[in-house]
T-cell receptor, first 111, second 117 residues
């Protein structure tokens, strides 16, 4: 079993839809959880950062962490064509250890 | 967010030559930088962790004599691909950790596309 599992998609939704992206993980020691957005041929951009369990909201984006289920989610409300990208979840145990990435989910928002 | 730059953004080189890629943190000092490699439609693969003033820590399977990493200052890390071969063609991305932000927040550069002919 891989440490972090993420459905690679592709996921295609109409403009305005609510998008749900998810990752599961096996290492219960993970404490820091991140979501990155990567456009084609660009470096990943940090979208959301969460420590431990709970929800965090930033504009149209909401990140949720459920440590009891080892499950994290990213919700995108009112999705736009500009949201079309690959979304990568990442997590780590402490501040000094490298991130462990999911494979990324390719999202297309159709106008 | 914090800004990380990479140079060059794209490079083509001949087989057997060496290529140097620079990674700079522009508005913060990064004691730790990371180098990743990414193949098309795949996730990032960590190659090495670079700490300022000390030797880099390489991931299993990454040849340290082929991928030379130097973190000479708090704002600059370099990756040199020595004696490059076509199979080294890939997208190389660096990231840096800003110690003034969240303990695990990493900021990525825009990437360098290397093509070896």
């Amino acid at each position: 079993q891989k440490e972090v599992e993420q459905d690679p998609g592709p996921l295609s939704v109409p403009e305005g839809a609510i998008v749900s992206l998810n990752c599961t993980y096996s290492n219960s020691a993970f404490q820091y959880f991140m979501w990155y957005r990567q456009y084609s041929r660009k470096g990943p951009e940090l979208l959301m950062y969460t420590y431990s369990s709970g929800n965090k909201e930033d504009g149209r984006f909401t990140a949720q962490v459920d440590k009891s289920s080892k499950y994290i989610s990213l919700f995108i409300r009112d999705s736009q064509p500009s949201d079309s990208a690959t979304y990568l979840c990442a997590m780590t145990t402490t501040g000094n250890t490298p991130l462990v990435f999911g494979k990324g989910t390719r999202l297309s928002v159709i106008a | 967010g914090a800004v990380v730059s990479q140079h060059p953004s794209w490079v083509i080189c001949k087989s057997g030559t060496s290529v140097k890629i620079e990674c700079r943190s522009l508005d913060f000092q990064a004691t730790t930088m990371f180098w990743y490699r990414q193949f098309p439609k795949q996730s990032l693969m960590l190659m090495a962790t670079s700490n300022e003033g000390s030797k880099a820590t390489y991931e299993q399977g990454v040849e340290k004599d082929k991928f030379l990493i130097n973190h000479a200052s708090l704002t600059l890390s370099t990756l040199t691909v020595t004696s490059a071969h076509p199979e080294d063609s890939s997208f190389y991305i660096c990231s840096a950790r800003d110690p003034n932000r969240g303990p695990s927040e990493q900021y990525f550069g825009p990437g360098t596309r290397l093509t070896v002919t």
